[in-house]
């Protein structure tokens, strides 16, 4: 891969433990890095005590990190990363574009979702609603505090330009942050997407006491599902075995710091879905984007009968036990 130049400034969009996670890779990479954040607590306690205490308390920022609550600000920076939650990036992207007069800014999309209504990937929005931007996808297995620790991490950076995929590596890369490069937008957010969704079923399967083997057979099964639909929708194998697309699935279905996972170990326990968000401050993509990836799935004629299980749970059309019986009620089959 040819070396690219770093961005000399960057906006981080999305002030939660992610975004806020990489802005400060970024901003320690000595980037001029910026975060937008919608709630004014984050903004002041990133400025005034380098901490987001909301959504990563406990962690030191850089001094240089500059929080801002100006989407026209961030806009006037050389590249973006967009890390606003799915269901609320349309009209985000809306407000940058108009702050960007139209430029063509390099926009590298790190929410993991589709768009719920349109049942579109976060790439299609971005075309839809800024045409003129240059898109990317950074996707993998990593956890937000790990990251921001500098714990050892790796993931997927797909660009369809290999310059622009060069630059964005250039800007986050770090020692302890290894981006892979790809040209393979399509695999790498659709990784992140259905990983979501495989892990509340995870969650279920550790909530309800079914054992460590059901977990790993349910982890193998929703694999295939990804790999049915990837291949449906154009996306490459070795994306979907890597780092975006098992990678990611292994983490967030195996460990209970993933909000997914312990939201499904929530509903496995026989919590209702209205009660353990209503605790949360954070978003589970998943609970989203399972109704939007049955339907991607029965549209592109894949298979995929534990994400529409984990759809129909989340809409409160079947209960887990209801699931559970159906899923094992299935005939047997080959397993290619």
């Not at 800014?105 to 209504?117: H, T």
Request: net charge negative; charged share 20%.
């Amino acid at each position: 891969m040819k070396p690219g130049n770093p961005f000399a400034s960057l906006g981080v969009i999305g002030g939660g433990a992610w975004g806020t996670a990489l802005a400060s890779l970024c901003a320690a990479n000595g980037v001029t890095t910026s975060l937008w954040a919608r709630e004014g607590a984050v903004i002041r306690t990133i400025n005034e005590r380098h901490e987001n205490t909301e959504f990563l308390p406990g962690v030191p920022l850089p001094e240089s990190l500059k929080a801002l609550d100006s989407l026209g600000m961030a806009a006037e920076n050389e590249a973006l990363l967009f890390v606003v939650p799915a269901q609320f990036a349309r009209p985000v992207l809306a407000e940058l574009r108009a702050g960007a007069n139209g430029r063509a800014l390099p926009v590298a999309l790190c929410s993991k979702g589709i768009e719920r209504d349109t049942g579109l990937l976060m790439t299609e929005v971005l075309n839809e609603v800024w045409p003129e931007a240059e898109p990317a996808v950074l996707s993998g297995p990593s956890f937000a505090r790990d990251v921001a620790l500098g714990l050892p991490t790796a993931v997927t950076l797909a660009a369809a330009d290999p310059d622009l995929g060069a630059r964005w590596v250039a800007t986050v890369g770090a020692p302890h942050f290894r981006p892979y490069l790809s040209e393979d937008l399509t695999g790498a957010e659709l990784g992140g997407a259905v990983k979501n969704v495989l892990a509340i079923a995870a969650g279920v399967v550790e909530g309800r006491g079914l054992g460590e083997s059901a977990r790993a057979a349910l982890i193998a099964r929703g694999f295939a599902e990804f790999q049915r639909l990837g291949v449906a929708l154009g996306a490459k194998p070795e994306t979907m075995a890597g780092l975006s697309g098992l990678g990611d699935l292994i983490l967030t279905a195996s460990s209970p710091q993933s909000r997914n996972m312990s939201l499904g170990a929530e509903l496995g326990k026989g919590r209702k879905l209205e009660d353990i968000l209503a605790e949360r401050n954070t978003v589970s993509e998943g609970v989203a984007t399972a109704g939007a990836i049955h339907a991607l799935a029965v549209k592109a004629g894949a298979e995929a009968p534990i994400c529409e299980a984990v759809a129909a749970l989340v809409a409160g059309d079947m209960t887990v036990d209801e699931i559970i019986a159906a899923l094992l009620a299935r005939p047997f089959r080959s397993e290619a």
